[in-house]
């Protein structure tokens, strides 16, 4: 069953941030302060990076239960997820992607890596065995520690880098594997940050998937760890994003 919700002009919208792999939601701590010292209401979510379906499910049952318009912001992998999610969730009024995947119908993230080698994301990866719920065998990928700084974090000092080593979260190899069912940013306007120094994602691709989406786009020189690197540069195009989308008044369907 399909229901409408609207926002009036002048509705501000929630900002909710979303991790990639190798991360948590503390990555996005100086992007947070940011958007809050200017009275921006934001949430960044724990991305459970489980699989593609999973994820986004989990993203769209937290967006709908929030009471007003939200902009999706992903980093990473988390671009997928919100690109999915953002076609499930009735109140999503905008996407922001901060050097991550854009993903169109059919397409997956290595699909996206496969179009565009150079990235060192691949030989870096260790993987694991973890057992699921129903006690089958499963693999999931870390960066290998003596790789993270390089491919992830170049340009953050090394004691925070050391720090974001050992807290890593792994993600599920499938995820990688899973391909998205929709392409959000087909009807919802988008922006992106590209990374000019990003070792994970090849800026070339970056570059791809933001015009693929008509996205509105910044370039920063920085690491895939920009949110934590470059957090004034990321949260100033989040609020351009948040003052686009507070200004126009939104009728989106939803479930």
């Given at each position: 069953m399909t229901a409408e919700r609207s926002f009036k002009n002048g509705s501000t919208p929630t900002v909710v941030l979303v991790h990639g792999a190798f991360a948590d939601a503390s990555s996005w701590s100086g992007v947070i302060a940011e958007l809050q010292a200017f009275g921006i209401p934001v949430t960044a979510v724990a991305?459970?990076?489980?699989?593609?379906?999973?994820d986004a499910a989990y993203l769209a049952g937290v967006v709908a239960a929030i009471d007003g318009p939200v902009l999706l912001v992903g980093h990473s992998y988390g671009g997928a997820v919100i690109t999915w999610a953002g076609a499930e969730a009735g109140n999503v009024v905008g996407l922001v992607y901060v050097t991550a995947f854009a993903l169109d119908a059919g397409e997956s993230v290595l699909d996206v890596t496969g179009r565009f080698p150079g990235s060192l994301l691949g030989p870096a990866l260790r993987p694991s065995v973890f057992r699921t719920g129903d006690g089958e065998e499963a693999v999931e990928l870390y960066l290998r520690d003596d790789q993270f700084p390089t491919v992830f974090a170049a340009d953050l000092p090394k004691r925070l880098t050391s720090v974001a080593v050992a807290a890593q979260r792994p993600i599920a190899a499938a995820a990688f594997e899973d391909s998205s069912p929709d392409a959000s940013w087909k009807t919802l306007p988008s922006w992106y940050v590209v990374a000019t120094a990003d070792q994970a994602i090849h800026p070339d691709a970056q570059r791809f998937m933001a015009k693929r989406a008509g996205a509105d786009t910044i370039e920063v020189d920085a690491s895939h760890?920009?949110?934590?690197?470059?957090?004034?540069?990321v949260?100033?195009?989040?609020?351009?994003?948040?003052?686009?989308?507070q200004a126009v008044k939104h009728t989106h369907p939803s479930a």
């Open positions: 991305n459970p990076l489980r699989g593609l379906a999973t760890a920009i949110a934590l690197s470059q957090p004034a540069a949260a100033g195009h989040i609020r351009t994003a948040a003052t686009a989308t």
